[in-house]
């Protein structure tokens, strides 16, 4: 495993989301702020009941600077209404914060944050619980799992059942959109899918 400085020494211990905000550009926490296009801060209310945490931005929301807006985002967006849940309403973001990517001609391939970038990036993500306070969060995908859930947690046995985070916030895991949209079997693992955040409304109460 690759370790690198982490990010506690730019995460803003007072404050609200802008401020974490405004410091994310300067974090040096791992190396992957050297190849994205820029740092993709989460996107919602610091109010909001309920976090979704997905793995880290992809090529267009690196471009744009702003979660969950590419393929795997339009599924969400549509997944999300499916359930009954207002986007405006929740609060999104990322385990990791910056693209990790290998080119291949023209084209930025999605690659898998490393665990030392997880690692690195935990203070960000940790920062944003403490500020939203959410009532649930829902663990989108394996790569989240391991930053809030730990390394034994397995999403696709323990999909949709409630569990909890270390510091006793009720969670609940499921896919990343991401696999929805790269299924084969699409209209049955969207239906699953919906069906998972539809137990998270139900959590909610």
Known sequence: MEHYPGAAEWVPDTGGLPRVRNALPDCRGCDL??????????????EARMMLVG???GDVEDQRGKAFVGPAGRLLDKALVEAGIDRADVYLTNAVKHFRFEERGKRRIHKTPAVGHIV?????????LAI?????VVVLGATAARA??????KVTAQRGQPVELADGTPAMATVHPSAVVRSREYR???????DDLRAAVAMLG
């Not at 690195?120 to 944003?128: G, I, M, V």
């Open 148 to 153: 809030l859930l730990g390394t034994g947690f």
């Open 55 to 57: 793995e880290q931005p």
């Open 33 to 46: 702020w050297e190849y994205a296009d820029q740092v993709v801060p989460g996107d919602g209310p610091a």
């Open 132 to 136: 939203v306070k959410p009532e649930l």
């Open 188 to 194: 049955r693992d969207f239906g699953l899918f919906v």
């Open 120 to 128: 690195a990036c935990q203070p960000w993500l940790a920062r944003e």
